[in-house]
């Protein structure tokens, strides 16, 4: 089966150089027996609406962009030109430092210590650590929120004097900001603005409008290692270029693959316009590009106008026009091509393509432990080829980020999952099987339990059952489980999706079936939404017959709720005997688009239930500042009559505690008797 692919990227690319501190400016003498001296640092700030600031010595944060840093002495920044002495052993830091995210896009930064100048072999003995994070590792940065470091240089205690005399004359702090992978378009969160990733430039010596000495381009961009480029290109002798062309630049932009462009189900494909300013349309000779596109891909391949380039078996062979070589370990293509335009690569876009071949710690017992998105790859793999690990505890034993490929629900799990309160980061799912049912981390599983975990950002699109943790999850027992970030839970835009009949079951926690749900939170970002078909929920979009406590303990915080009926912030549909005690909704947007407007309520969209097969009960359940809309209408909710909405068909009970009123289709049709000491309300 094939697909268009429109926005598709592997790597999002990156936006833009937000942040440069040159350290260490001017010349560093390193005089390990003696003293040593530093001046200080300059930051600059890019387009990026990101902000960077320093903590003075007030305690108040200031701008420290366009500023000069120096390094703390005594906890305090120093007056301009004070003398910073080195010596092995010693450590300095600079003042705090934080990113503010301003803009309107999560994003990624990274800090990396790049740009040495001088003698590279004395930065072997200074040791850069950041208190909070890794240098060089991405760190999300939500919309609105910010992030504190403290950036530290210590000279290793064995240095000797090997390094006395040596120099450095710049080194830089630079901090890259790229776009996170959880806003989405209508398919998934892969898309991507159309971004620069990498340029270069440099003067060439020309006669008669030919190269006269090759020209080698580096870009300034460089890897996560800091050290190697992103791009370099190498512009042979007897090149063509335009008339009166004294500079070359090479220039790389992130960009929309071809709308005819298709590749398989499990494919991604991502698409770099590659061009080379001032080198002539009739040029002939082959010019060789080098681009890092990211380590590990499987199945890698390279197209260039659509066609597919020749792929060579080492880099020493990449040497006629239209050949290229991928290297999985350094995670550069380098390709030979005397014309330029779009360069499309497709790799494997699944996990189960990436899953490890073994665990690292041997299974012991019934006990299977996972500590990399490899392990927990490789556990729904085995789990989707039948191996339902009944009686077994699986134990996450470390974060795992998802964010690189889609990611297939685990099925068929009938054991306990314990997250052990690690989370489980950027997961993307993505389905245009019209029939099929159950999308989320799980899929289909009637797991024992699946308990503490949390999930950061979550983009999940299937037909039916789905949900950011478990699509179709039967009795399972979920506790202590968390959604947070963006999440966005929806209908696949190809599915056949029709609003009022087709695609059932869409929630945070879970999609469908017959769970108990406990001390579960739902807190999205700005831009968190499920947008479902029928039976839509914050928690649950359709909770089956259950006992006691169905869902207890829960909150659904900043989301908006989306479906043609059965529109719920807790529960889209609680179907007998559905107990709901204790849950809480705020800055929650509910709206029912289709046939039944009344089927909308702050805890659950639709209750029904009658005296013989049971009663829905809600106790202690709150909601605050939601905004309901039906029909494109938005209506002010009248707590408490209109925290719950019950199926206006038919004659049904609905047994309240005694702090709660149904809202009915009109409260004057209602008849309210009063059994046991609690409220009926009796449809007409």
Known sequence: MKKSTTKRSLLVSVLALVMCVTMLVGTTFAWFTDSASTSVSRIEAGKLNVA???????????????????????????????????????????????????????????VVISG??????????IEWTMDSDVLGTDVPLAVGQSKEFTIKGQMQKDAS??????????ISITVYAKQDTVESDSKDNLYDEKAEYAKASAPVEVKDNKVVKEVIMVSHEKRDNGVDPIAKATVPVEAVVNENTKNLELK????????????????GARTLEVKL????????????????????LRNFKLYHRSDEMMAVASEAEVVRDQQYYYNAETGVVTL????????THTYDNNWISYAASEYATPITGKEVVIASAEELALFAKQTNAGTKYAGYTVKLTANVDLGRFMWTPINGFTGTFDGGNYTVSNLKVYSEDKSGVGFGLFGNSSATAIKNIKIHNASVYGNSAVAALIGECFTTKIDNAHVDGLIQIGVTTNSGYNPNYNSSYFGVIAGHGYPKITNCTVKGANGSAVVGGRQVGGIVGFMSETMKDAVLDCEVENIKLVGSRCVGGIAGWLHYMGYVRHCSVKNVTLEVTGWETNTIGMITGTTYTDANNGY???????????????????????????MYAAYAAGTHYIKRGENTIIYCESLAQAESIQIDGDMICKMP
């Open 336 to 343: 030979m091509s005397a014309t330029f335009s779009p360069f």
């Open 116 to 125: 040495i100048q001088g003698d590279a072999e004395l930065n072997k003995v």
């Open 161 to 170: 004097n090997h390094y006395q005399g040596m120099t450095i004359d710049g």
């Open 277 to 296: 300013e001032g080198l002539a349309e009739n040029n002939d000779k082959p010019v060789k590009v080098e681009i890092y596109v990211g380590e590990g």
């Open 616 to 642: 829905d009960i809600f106790e202690g359940n709150t909601a605050e500042n939601c905004t309901l809309t039906v029909a494109g209408k938005t209506v002010t909710p009248e707590s408490p009559t209109d």
């Open 52 to 110: 960077l600031q320093m903590l003075g010595n007030d305690g108040k944060w200031v701008s420290a962009e366009g500023k000069t840093l120096q390094f703390l002495v005594e906890g305090k920044i120093p007056a301009e030109g004070t003398q910073i002495l080195w010596e092995p052993g010693c450590t300095y830091e600079l003042p705090k430092l934080r990113i503010v995210n301003e803009g309107n896009l999560a994003l990624k930064y990274k």
């Open 252 to 267: 790389i932009t992130e960009t929309d693959t071809p709308s005819n462009f298709t590749v398989g189900n499990d494919q």
